[in-house]
């Protein structure tokens, strides 16, 4: 695991960024794996102002997101639809056919994780970001979740809901559920760069870098993936012992 420790949120974006520039000047059919939530906006906007500098192509681009709330409709201010298009895609010229986000507000839910799955399995994800939530979760792979896990539905943990509060007018109005990726799935890309900044997630860096491998803490399992970057700034990092 290699641990970048950067001064703030644009250097850590910066950073994060030249890696995505790197591998889609190399491979233009690259395959992405995103997530959201405010980790990669700096991220996003880097990108975008790739494709309007000239610098980056992303119509052989495939991209898939990790997680979708349940039952919240895709027009949804607060979807991950909504976001990804709003921080992402509406500023890229990626092909909608090629953007891929589970659907959480689907009729028959399990068939739509086994769909995203067999779909997933079809590509090999060449770099995926991921943030990480204060819990320790990577995607809504919450504490306890098993590590053999592929696409899935998950109730959130109370934490997670009251972190993501801050996006919706209320606590009732935070979904309860989700899909996701499965930790199983999510080590299968080639390569990972998560991304923290802030105290609030000093805690789970620190075990996710220097605990045990655990279920408990979900992050934990990167420590077995053999190309991970962690890009923190230093609140993130202010735990670590080394
Ligand atoms: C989002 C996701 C989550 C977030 C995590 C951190 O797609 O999968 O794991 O990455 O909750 O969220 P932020 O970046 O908002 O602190």
Redesign the pocket.
């Known amino acids: 695991m290699k641990v970048i420790i950067v001064k703030d949120y644009q250097k850590m974006s910066n950073e994060a960024y030249n890696f995505i520039e790197e591998l889609l000047k190399e491979k233009k059919d690259a395959v992405l794996g995103?997530?959201?939530?405010?980790?990669?906006?700096g991220l996003y906007k880097l990108m975008v102002k790739g494709y309007e500098d000239g610098v980056i192509d992303y119509s052989k681009v495939k991209t898939f997101?990790?997680?979708?709330y349940l039952d919240l409709p895709k027009e949804h201010k607060q979807s991950?639809y909504s976001?990804m298009h709003e921080n992402l895609f509406k500023g890229i010229n990626v092909l909608k056919e090629n953007i891929n986000i589970p659907k959480g507000d689907g009729i028959d839910h399990l068939q739509d994780c086994k769909m995203y799955e067999e779909l997933l399995n079809k590509h090999i994800i060449d770099i995926q970001i991921?943030?990480?939530?204060?819990n320790g979760?990577?995607?809504?792979?919450e504490p306890g979740t098993s590590f053999d896990t592929t696409t899935h539905l998950v109730k959130l943990k109370e934490k997670?809901r009251l972190?993501?509060q801050r996006?919706f007018e209320s606590i009732d109005e935070v979904p309860t559920h989700a899909i996701?990726?499965g930790i199983k799935s999510i080590m299968k890309s080639k390569k990972i760069i998560l991304?923290?900044?802030?105290k609030?997630?000093a805690e789970a860096i620190k075990n996710m870098i220097e605990g045990p491998v655990d279920e408990n803490v979900p992050a934990s399992i990167l420590q077995k993936h053999d190309d991970v970057v962690v890009i923190i700034d230093e609140q993130a990092a202010s735990l670590l012992k080394k």
Do not use: Q, R, V, W
Request: charged residues 10%; proline residues 3%.
């Open positions: 995103l997530a959201t939530g405010s980790s990669p906006i997101n990790l997680d979708e991950y976001f991921l943030g990480i939530g204060s979760h990577i995607g809504f792979n997670t972190d993501n996006f996701t990726m991304l923290a900044t802030g609030n997630k």
